[in-house]
């Protein structure tokens, strides 16, 4: 299917938002890749989707507080290695979303640019839940795409306002369709190929799953 995003990369077979992940769902044959950035210490871009460790190594520790030299020790790569990777199949298409501790931490101003300055905007869509920093990345010459908590008519206006060419949302947030028009929706946490028919259905266009390759079949 050339509608499916490897959510964190293949992360069902392999470690998340590594790139051995994301490698895997391009051997697969996915046209788009999704994964989480966070920014060290040191400001440096790494992959990550959780302010502290504790999910993934046991260690009660918070992930921004550490230099890019720890987060590589454990495992997670930086953007700049990941970037290398995807220059070599420029047919794919990187969703790039930074995270709240990133954008904490930094500013959305140099989060964002420490992040875009590593990335070809030919090639990655830069999003967030923050809109501001959607709003930078455009700015700066990249497609955006808002993820957005709720389907609140404040959410509505403010996404329409800024008008991203993706919007993201939980499968849970979507209904009987799509909740406004004039943005490529993609639906994240799509488990199997009977929820992503019914998403389909509903005017979904892009289904982001971590079970890369049995959507695929």
Known sequence: MRDIVAHRGNAAEFPENTLESIASA?????RFVEFDVQ????????????GRYFRLTGKDRDSVDTSASGLVS???????SAATLLAAAPSVTAFVEIKAEAIELHGAEDAVRLVAEL???SQAVV???DLNACHIAR???FRIGAVIADRSAQTKMACISLQPEFTFCDVQLIGRCVPWTGTRWVAYEVESPEMAASLRSRGVELLETMSVRKLLC
């Open 74 to 80: 454990y495992g997670h790569p930086t953007l700049e």
């Open 39 to 50: 920014i060290s210490t040191d400001r440096v871009p790494v992959l990550m989707h959780d």
């Open 127 to 129: 999003i967030s839940f």
């Open 26 to 30: 391009i051997s697969l044959g996915c």
């Open 139 to 141: 700015r700066l010459g």
């Open 119 to 121: 990335l070809d905007p």
